[in-house]
């Protein structure tokens, strides 16, 4: 209904994982890169990791995309809520493969069957498995156990788990450290800088329609930064009702007044938090990682001086 009042094509600020909103920072970009590499270089398993909102599932239906342009074979798993038969139904109808038994040891066969006609022609097979924190401990085992369906050279299935910081408390227990063994690569998604989340805010309206008028003024961006502590998601859920609210007061320009009463309204407060996931000690490198702060307060430094410095 907003749409029209402020020259919008389409609302840019929908929770729904579309790529095409992607906001590319630094570390969104280096998590990409480091799981595209994995899946070049037959890495075996690549771990992606952050905290809820941050973009995981974003970044997934990116690579997606790509696997799709590289004619890669891909099964993606969203539900890890399945039974050790279900999720192997589901892995082999997604990739297309037909069997009619239920039986682990026929549906392995099969798998391997197809993963070496996939190997003879020269393309590659990736599982791609979210929400991996809900995985059993059986379940994680029972994946591992699919790399070891290779050739004397290669892995023939490329595995990727993605998951909040409570999958890294998983692959470090003892009763999983074969398949901590097994990640190569580790990917993880950051909240925004509170620079990133004013460019996440433009870039979004700009996809959405925007012909570059100023909708939000920079103490709303603010604003919205210090409620949503640069979580993607939150920030979606605040710029979404400032809109609106906005279109009902006739105001063009989304105020920070706004903002705050939005905040108010789904009780976002200003409290201190921990986002940062306890170190995983396994010697692997991490990509896409950074310190952060100890408490949730973002940098009190104003953007309108952030904005000004950059001018200069």
């Known amino acids: ?10 609302n840019p600020f929908n929770v729904n994982p579309d790529p095409r909103y992607l906001y590319l920072t630094r570390h969104i970009q280096e998590a990409l890169a480091c799981l595209i590499y994995g899946i070049q270089a037959r890495k075996g398993f690549v771990l992606l990791t952050g905290e809820v909102g941050t973009g995981k599932t974003t970044v997934l239906n990116k690579l997606l995309g790509w696997c799709r342009q590289e004619r890669i ?3 993606f798993m969203f539900n890890p809520r399945l039974s050790e038969a279900e999720f192997f139904d589901f892995m082999l109808a997604d990739f297309g493969i037909p069997c009619d038994s239920t039986l682990k040891s026929r549906t392995l066969l099969k798998l391997n069957q197809w993963l070496l006609e996939q190997h003879q022609r020269g393309s590659r097979a990736i599982l791609i498995v979210d929400e991996a924190q809900n995985l059993s401990f059986e379940m994680l085992e029972e994946i ?10 290669e892995k023939l299935l490329q595995i990727v788990l993605a998951g909040q910081p409570e999958l890294e408390d998983k692959v470090n227990d003892p009763r999983l450290r074969q398949l901590r063994q097994r990640i190569t690569l580790w990917a993880k998604t950051r909240p925004l800088t509170l620079l990133e989340t004013s460019g996440y805010i433009k870039e979004r309206l700009r996809i959405g329609g925007s012909t570059g008028q100023e909708i939000f003024s920079l103490a709303a961006v603010e604003a919205v930064h210090r409620h949503a502590r640069g979580i993607p998601r939150i920030i979606n859920l605040i710029c979404e009702h400032a809109l609106i609210s906005s279109f009902v007061e006739h105001s063009k320009t989304v105020s920070a007044k706004i903002v705050e009463e939005v905040a108010g309204d789904f009780d976002l407060q200003e409290v201190a938090f921990e986002l940062a996931p306890k170190a995983a000690n396994t010697g692997l490198p991490i990509l896409a990682d950074r310190e952060l ?3 949730g307060r973002p940098p009190s430094v104003p953007l309108s001086r952030v904005a000004g410095e950059q001018k200069n």
Do not use: H, V
């Open 73 to 75: 074979a891909t099964a």
């Open 293 to 295: 702060p100890q408490t």
């Open 1 to 10: 209904m907003y749409k029209k009042f402020f020259g919008l094509r389409e």
């Open 144 to 153: 591992r156990l699919l790399t070891n369906l290779e050739t004397s050279t």
